[in-house]
């Protein structure tokens, strides 16, 4: 254990590594190693409010040599491997440009004009929808079911040009219970 103690000026260090290679024949030089094999083990644990600075390119979650200044590994199909996961809170009373929040609810990001924008939460579902002959003035229903969708969403339908032809049809559709939307 390395305790500072007292009054210090300019920059003080725990532990410095600090290698002044000419040259390295080995593959790779890493400055600090720590490997662990129990699931109660952390290799490097902070305490308190101290800022953390990593000038580099750094990985997380991978041993691959990183490729950008944040690298994440990919998350697996298991519970508790996702490759990023916000903490839901409070918001910033005044947005911060780039700031990206999570409130349970949405996910939000901040532009350069300190502008707080929901990120769009999109449900897709698609069906073959067979419609049967209709006599003229009147209507044929079919429903879908998209989980999640709610009374209140936006719906978009996408209808190929086979569909159409030189008689006239008029498409709709909404939501017409929870988890379902009615086209016609």
């Known amino acids: ?40 083990s952390y290799g490097i644990m902070q305490s308190g409010t101290a800022k953390n600075v990593f000038a580099g390119k750094t990985t997380f979650g991978s041993t691959t040599s990183p490729t950008a200044l ?29 700031a990206v929040e999570y409130d349970a609810s949405n996910l939000y990001i901040t532009n350069g004009a300190t502008v707080r924008f929901t990120i769009a939460k999109m449900l897709s579902g698609s069906a073959t929808l067979d419609f049967g002959n209709t006599a003229a003035g009147t209507s044929d229903d079919l429903t879908v079911t998209i989980t999640g969708a709610a009374d209140g969403d936006e719906v978009l339908l996408g209808v190929p040009n086979a569909a159409m032809n030189a008689k ?17």
Do not use: D, W
Request: charge should be positive; aromatic fraction near 8%.
């Open 1 to 40: 254990m390395y305790n500072l103690t007292g009054t210090a000026s300019g920059q003080q260090n725990g532990i410095k590594i600090n290698p002044t290679l000419t040259s390295l024949t080995a593959a790779t030089f890493v400055g600090l190693y720590m490997t662990h094999s129990h699931a109660n």
């Open 70 to 98: 944040l690298m994440l590994a990919a998350g697996t199909a298991s519970a508790n491997t996702a490759p990023l996961k916000f903490t839901s809170g409070t918001n910033l009373t005044t947005p911060e440009a780039g």
């Open 168 to 184: 006239c049809f008029l498409f709709r559709m909404g939501i017409s219970n929870e988890h379902s939307y009615n086209s016609s």
